[in-house]
């Protein structure tokens, strides 16, 4: 298995606040992605990055912010959660941008 | 832009029996395909995929998928399927020039019935 980990893999918050949930890779890939899940919706990306402090937009993407100081770390920050953002996160990680993508094991976030 | 059609969201399916699981894309340029499956509580992992070559497509546990550019489908199929099949399947597509977005279907869960 690709060497990715989130962290928290759970966590539940309210209206509001501020939240950050980390991406962490061991396989040195270039390319790093997050992307919601959500029943009738499949998987839809958020935010994208190709390299260290390149990131961009993907089609879901309002209401977050990403950030990528190192290689292997990948930060997804809510600014202000609301209860549309209840979902569940999927960090995933690729060497190049049209091949496999690997995935982590998720973080179920709650926003009450 | 592309996009990905999985009709069935879900397929109920006796074991031991037959199973096609279908996708149809749409994309105005060339694409790599790929089948991922998601087992209950886990991330996606790869299944199978479509780079060139054969259009037969196999993977290591029975699955198989070809691909038909005139009709742009990638329908995977398994001759006769087990209880840990059971999960969901998604179907993706990404232009081959160059990086850019891939595109996810919505997913068909399959339903293994003892």
């Known amino acids: 298995d690709a060497g990715i980990t989130q962290s928290p893999r759970h966590k539940v918050t309210e209206t509001g606040t501020p939240v950050t949930l980390r991406c962490h890779q061991t396989e040195n890939h270039r390319y790093m992605y997050w992307y919601r899940q959500d029943p009738g919706h499949g998987l839809r990306l958020i935010h994208y990055?190709?390299?260290?402090?390149?990131?961009d937009k993907g089609e879901v993407s309002d209401g977050y912010s990403v950030s990528r100081s190192k290689t292997e770390d990948f930060l997804l920050t809510l600014e202000s959660a609301t209860s549309s953002q209840t979902s569940v996160y999927f960090c995933a990680i690729s060497n190049e941008g049209t091949d496999t993508q690997y995935f982590g094991p998720g973080t179920r976030l709650t926003v009450l | 832009a592309q996009s990905v059609t999985q009709l069935d969201s879900q397929v109920p399916v006796f074991e031991e029996a037959p199973v096609e699981l279908r996708c149809n894309y749409s994309?105005?340029?060339?694409?790599?395909l790929f089948w991922y499956v998601q087992y209950p509580n886990q991330g996606l992992q790869l299944l199978l995929k479509y780079l060139s070559g054969s259009t037969l497509v196999e993977s290591i546990n029975g699955f198989e998928a070809e691909f038909n550019k005139s009709q742009t489908s990638f329908h995977l199929r398994k001759p006769s399927v087990h209880i840990s099949d059971t999960a969901e399947y998604f179907c993706a597509v990404i232009p081959t020039g160059g990086y850019q977005k891939v595109t996810f279907g919505t997913g068909t869960k399959l339903q293994v019935i003892p």
């Open positions: 994309s105005s340029v060339s694409v790599y």
């Open positions: 990055s190709y390299g260290v402090k390149d990131t």
